[in-house]
């Protein structure tokens, strides 16, 4: 479960990048966040992740509070963040030891879940290339192995499926349903509505820094008393700036 109450960011004293937001996320959920560009997404999830510190409010990982106790709540969840241009001096099996060694998964639990990762998403044979000559959908790939390395409850991905094929991009979705549906969480933004539409259990649509909406898409359409698709709820909401 992920639970942030009055949360608030604001950059150069002025400008409110998320603005007392209040959600939670339930264990069993995939929830989608939603937005257009700059409206506090990314922002909220590196508030989540403890990357950036709130100004005001709490943010609890499976009841811990991310900013008392940080290393307890970030053992709970893997987070994707959207930039997957990391470690690329090293070679796609030494980035997964090495995050198998951060999160402390011994070596039985590790060589397994290497496998069964790189077999779901066909990288078994470019583990001993160096990630610098990896393309960008393999860069995300071998990131989302790297994070789910250590089986974590919560799992936090920020635009999950950029540059993803589509094989790997529809390996991903179903991972995810099955994750949260062995009792587990998954929060992810996305751009990609029609995703969001057939995926999520719930979703939230942030504005401005404010929280819009967050229910299921059945309540959304009670909202709107019609039955619109997600994109066109969306955009009406966005633009009217409710």
Known sequence: MIELKNVTKTYSGTLKAVD????????????????????????????????????SG??????????????????QFGFVPDDPNIFLRL???????FMADVYEVNDNDRKQRIASLAERFEMSNALGDYIKS??????????IMGVLIHNPPIWILDEPM??????????????????????????????????AEKLCDKVAIINKGKILF???????????KNNQSLE?????????GQ
Do not use: C, W
């Not at 967050?214 to 709107?224: C, I, K, Q, V, Y």
């Not at 066109?232 to 009217?240: A, C, D, P, S, V």
């Open 20 to 55: 007392d937001i209040s959600i939670t996320i339930q264990d069993g959920e995939i929830f989608g966040f939603l937005g257009p560009n700059g409206a506090g997404k990314t922002t909220t999830i590196k508030m989540i992740t403890g990357i950036l510190k709130p100004d």
């Open 58 to 75: 709490n943010i609890r990982i499976n009841g811990i509070d991310v900013n008392e106790n940080p290393l307890d709540a970030k053992k």
């Open 91 to 97: 070679k796609g099996i030494e980035y997964l030891n």
């Open 134 to 143: 990896y393309s960008h959908g393999m860069r995300q790939k071998i990131v």
């Open 162 to 195: 950029t540059g993803l094929d589509p094989k790997s991009s529809f390996v991903l979705k179903e991972m995810m349903r099955e994750h949260a549906s062995n009792g587990n969480t998954v929060f992810f933004s996305t751009h990609v509505l029609e995703v």
């Open 214 to 224: 967050a229910g299921t898409l059945d309540e959304m359409r009670e909202h709107f």
């Open 232 to 240: 066109k709820m969306f955009l009406e909401l966005t633009e009217n």
